[in-house]
T-cell receptor, first 117, second 116 residues
Framework: GAVVSQHPSRVICKSGTSVKIECRSL??????MFWYRQFPKQSLMLMAT?????????EQGVEKDKFLINHASLTLSTLTVTSAHPEDSSFYIC?????????????FGEGSRLTVL | AQSVTQLGSHVSVSEGALVLLRCNYS??????LFWYVQYPNQGLQLLLK??????LVKGINGFEAEFKKSETSFHLTKPSAHMSDAAEYFC??????????????FGKGTLLTVNP
């Protein structure tokens, strides 16, 4: 199946710094990617939908100035957590849709664990 | 709004026993339904999906699920549990027909433990 790669898998940063997480579709083009956040022992919460060449669509309650999403190419979307604080510590997961594959299939990255000290 | 409910946040079975993880959805139009598995500190892997074709769906690792419209259910089963099946399982839904909107809504997850 299609492969989605996230980098870095783990990142530790100081409070107030910004962190960028990359999501790449390795063997297919993804016009749409999705970013999720997962707290310990909880489900995935959709943060935003990233569309290639246009602005991301954020879910209600997600600060777009806090979580900057860029989808500059068909194989890369980035999530930047700006001025990170300890409450931003979480597991962030991206997914991408391969338009060439059958209905409704999304492929997920391995996730990125952010720890803000 | 679409939603999915997973009954039981934790299911424990013995190795070799039947695995049954429950999922119910609410939707006025038959949705697309999915089961994903997540191992610790990893992303999600698709087990199987229902997209309005056969109601009994077979997936990877011996799992299968049956779409029952009358019960609005999509329970996940496996005849014989292996130790390697221990993980978190998520049921997810996409609004009926998919269309251009592929936003998944996830259930809260069920942690499966397998006892030797």
């Amino acid at each position: 199946g299609a492969v989605v790669s996230q980098h870095p898998s783990r990142v530790i940063c100081k409070s107030g710094t910004s962190v960028k997480i990359e999501c790449r579709s390795l063997d297919f083009q993804a016009t749409t990617m999705f970013w999720y956040r997962q707290f310990p022992k909880q489900s995935l919460m959709l943060m935003a939908t990233s569309n290639e060449g246009s602005k991301a669509t954020y879910e209600q309650g997600v600060e777009k100035d806090k979580f900057l999403i860029n989808h500059a190419s068909l194989t890369l979307s980035t999530l930047t957590v700006t001025s990170a604080h300890p409450e931003d510590s979480s597991f962030y997961i991206c997914s991408a849709r391969d338009a060439q594959v059958g209905a409704g299939e999304l492929f997920f990255g391995e996730g990125s664990r952010l720890t803000v000290l | 709004a679409q939603s999915v409910t997973q009954l039981g946040s934790h299911v424990s079975v013995s190795e070799g026993a039947l695995v049954l993880l429950r999922c119910n959805y609410s939707s006025s139009v038959p949705p697309y339904l999915f089961w994903y598995v997540q191992y610790p500190n990893q992303g999600l892997q698709l087990l199987l999906k229902y997209t309005s074709a056969a109601t009994l769906v077979k997936g990877i690792n011996g799992f299968e699920a049956e779409f029952k419209k009358s019960e609005t259910s999509f329970h996940l089963t496996k005849p014989s549990a292996h130790m390697s099946d221990a993980a978190e399982y998520f049921c997810a839904v996409i609004p009926g027909g998919g269309g251009s909107n592929y936003k998944l809504t996830f259930g809260k997850g069920t942690l499966l433990t397998v006892n030797p």
